[in-house]
């Protein structure tokens, strides 16, 4: 009973702690596009000059989803292929200017395809001098972070997990890359930043490693 009582009162600070940080849930993505495949990757290319204009919030919820969004409820299996289905993958959303949501650095949660705030406040320029001051980084309306847990991988794979890891962000990437072709958005990845910096911007725990920005902005 004592333990029972004691577990219901780390549950409910839990869901205090969970209830500061807003939870945004996000609509439902569409299946279909008149964009083939084909077209996606044909016209895919790096682009790295968007308008001056707010991405809306739908857009946000297909490109996460083609991230790494669910598509088996069953076995919890995503648009990305992953290792052992271990998905050490995590992705983060720096947003600048999105209709409907403040700026702040957001967390993808696949599971319930949602959002939730981690901190406020627009972090772009932060972001844009750990990348080296590459400019496209501060004019996009948002950067997606794909960043990484290596141990849920190399826990059952050991050092070639590694490996296993970038392939993943890889094909994490990719999908970014893909979907913004369909929703006529421009994005390009992003690898030459300084970690420590990236870290500290997002606020990531030690275990986790940044490996890929994503400015993404209508072109
Ligand atoms: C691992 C990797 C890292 C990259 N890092 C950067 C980068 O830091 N900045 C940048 O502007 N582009 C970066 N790119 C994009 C490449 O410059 C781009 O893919 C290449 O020029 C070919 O152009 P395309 O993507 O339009 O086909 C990177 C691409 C990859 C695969």
């Given at each position: 009973m004592k333990i029972l009582t004691i577990f219901l009162i780390i549950l409910g600070l839990l869901s205090i702690v969970e209830g500061e940080n807003k939870v945004i849930k996000l609509p439902e993505p569409r299946?279909?596009?008149?964009?083939?495949i084909e077209e996606a990757l044909l016209k895919r290319r790096s682009i790295r000059s968007y308008k001056n204009e707010p991405l809306n919030v739908s857009e946000i919820s297909q490109v996460l989803w083609a991230a790494q969004?669910?598509?088996d409820k069953r076995t919890g299996f995503r648009t990305a292929p992953s290792a052992g289905a271990l998905y050490p993958l995590e992705i983060y959303l720096v947003i600048g200017?999105?209709?409907?949501l403040e700026p702040g650095v957001y967390k993808y949660r696949p599971e319930n395809h949602e959002i939730i705030l981690v901190s406020k406040g627009d972090k772009r320029n932060d972001l844009y001098i750990s990348a080296l001051r590459q400019e496209w980084i501060k004019n996009a309306p948002v950067v997606i972070v794909i960043s990484a847990i290596f141990e849920r991988t190399t826990i059952k794979y050991g050092e070639r997990g590694i490996r296993y890891v970038y392939m993943e962000a890889g094909h994490c990437a990719q999908n970014i890359y893909l979907q913004c072709v369909s929703l006529n958005l421009g994005t390009v990845t992003v690898g030459a930043f300084y970690d420590d910096e990236v870290k500290r911007v997002l606020n990531l725990q030690k275990n986790e490693s940044p490996l890929y920005l994503m400015p993404i902005g209508k072109i």
């Amino acid at each position: 009973m004592k333990i029972l009582t004691i577990f219901l009162i780390i549950l409910g600070l839990l869901s205090i702690v969970e209830g500061e940080n807003k939870v945004i849930k996000l609509p439902e993505p569409r299946y279909k596009s008149n964009v083939s495949i084909e077209e996606a990757l044909l016209k895919r290319r790096s682009i790295r000059s968007y308008k001056n204009e707010p991405l809306n919030v739908s857009e946000i919820s297909q490109v996460l989803w083609a991230a790494q969004g669910i598509t088996d409820k069953r076995t919890g299996f995503r648009t990305a292929p992953s290792a052992g289905a271990l998905y050490p993958l995590e992705i983060y959303l720096v947003i600048g200017k999105v209709k409907d949501l403040e700026p702040g650095v957001y967390k993808y949660r696949p599971e319930n395809h949602e959002i939730i705030l981690v901190s406020k406040g627009d972090k772009r320029n932060d972001l844009y001098i750990s990348a080296l001051r590459q400019e496209w980084i501060k004019n996009a309306p948002v950067v997606i972070v794909i960043s990484a847990i290596f141990e849920r991988t190399t826990i059952k794979y050991g050092e070639r997990g590694i490996r296993y890891v970038y392939m993943e962000a890889g094909h994490c990437a990719q999908n970014i890359y893909l979907q913004c072709v369909s929703l006529n958005l421009g994005t390009v990845t992003v690898g030459a930043f300084y970690d420590d910096e990236v870290k500290r911007v997002l606020n990531l725990q030690k275990n986790e490693s940044p490996l890929y920005l994503m400015p993404i902005g209508k072109i």
